[in-house]
């Protein structure tokens, strides 16, 4: 009885350690396809966030730094704790570096999934975003300076890839290839517009004048370009889905970090400067009078909300260079009130990311597997 009784319990251990090892692989495996199925819905539309932070540090360093205006509204932003901004910046390189390592990922796993968004007429824009973010945020970077070595060397990192899309991009254009301007133009593609204006600041911080130039030209002049076919309303213009119409705010974004470009290689924020900024305003007025064409992309958060902090910062970032060159109060008072607001929308955007944070992560607690169906579908927004 008793050899009986130890063979039970020999046999019934067994089946226990069996049970268990199928239950921690079926988890296993369960978990996996979880994070699997996410990867398959992450784009790089996601770097809006990391986008929205690194302009967000550079617009902090940009009122703090030491300047010729002694206006009071100016002394008021010098108040600002430097430990503040070392955090802000911290998390957005946080941001960046976390966004990247995701889209890595999805590159090794999603291949085909890449590949389809390097040839779809709005994804391949956002290719961009995390090259700017990068230059955006060396800029900002309070650990060296612009004409140091690390400077130089992370530069031509960022700026290397933007070139390589550019030649991708703007030679189909001018080829009338498979995806000639009219055709796929859209508001995203002036990503790819300020991407050169990025760079351009960055080399003429350091000093290189004809780099900076040089890619001014490329950036402006495919901005003409761009600016009267997205005005045409062309078919591709208006191929955009409704959830991503909060991206026309990337059309103040453009001149403003164009008519900042230009300060830095001119030395000076002067009449074109202005009028590159001003056309940033009359675009912004436009586009704010007009909530319903918003209404529809309001209804339910999502990533694309991300897109109305960026082009607000860098409006208020040409801003502060407009009122350190005019020294009045109008322009202090709009300088003020810019800063105000990209501040306000970034942080109302992220209360909204960690209030929704299950939906802004597709497939994240839920029970979805990964499907060959959801392998072949390309989300943009």
Request: hydrophobic share 50%.
């Amino acid at each position: 009885m008793e050899m009986q009784s130890k063979e039970a319990e020999a046999r019934n251990a067994s089946t226990l350690c069996s049970t268990q090892k199928n239950c921690s692989s079926n988890l296993f495996v369960t978990h996996k396809n979880q994070f699997l199925s996410i990867l398959s819905r992450f784009h790089a539309g996601y770097f809006r966030i990391s986008l929205s932070l690194c302009s967000q540090a550079l617009l902090w360093k940009t009122l703090s730094e030491p300047s010729d205006d002694i206006h009071k509204f100016r002394s008021i932003f010098r108040m600002l704790p430097s430990t503040a901004f070392i955090l802000l910046w911290s998390l957005a390189l946080f941001s960046l570096i976390s966004l990247s390592f995701l889209y890595l990922l999805r590159l090794l796993f999603h291949f085909d999934m890449v590949k389809s968004e390097f040839l779809h007429h709005v994804g391949v824009n956002y290719l961009f975003a995390p090259w700017i973010s990068c230059l955006v945020l060396l800029q900002a970077t309070p650990f060296f300076k612009p004409k140091e070595i690390y400077f130089l060397v992370l530069w031509w990192i960022f700026v290397v890839p933007i070139v390589a899309l550019d030649i991708k991009i703007y030679g189909q254009w001018i080829t009338k290839g498979k995806r000639f301007l009219s055709g796929v133009a859209n508001p995203t593609s002036q990503l790819s517009v300020i991407g050169n204006l990025v760079g351009a600041r960055a080399a003429a911080e350091m000093g290189w004048n004809e780099c900076a130039l040089f890619l001014f030209a490329i950036g402006i002049s495919h901005y003409l370009v761009l600016f009267v076919t997205l005005y045409q309303r062309l078919p591709g213009s208006s191929s955009l889905p409704a959830m991503l119409r909060p991206v026309f705010f990337l059309f103040l974004a453009t001149p403003s970090m164009a008519s900042l470009a230009w300060d830095s290689i001119y030395g000076k924020f002067d009449s074109s400067s202005k009028m590159l900024f001003f056309l940033s305003l009359f675009l912004f007025f436009s586009l704010v009078s007009r909530p319903a064409l918003f209404k529809r992309s309001m209804r339910k958060f999502n990533v694309s909300w991300w897109a109305y902090s960026f082009p607000i910062t860098v409006m208020a970032m040409a801003s502060t260079k407009y009122a350190q060159e005019m020294k009045n109060t109008a322009s202090h008072i709009l300088m003020l009130l810019l800063s105000g607001l990209s501040v306000i929308v970034l942080l109302v955007l992220m209360i909204f990311t960690a209030f929704n944070s299950n939906s802004f992560l597709p497939g994240e607690g839920d029970g979805a597997v990964l499907c060959p169906n959801n392998i072949q579908r390309l989300s943009i927004v």
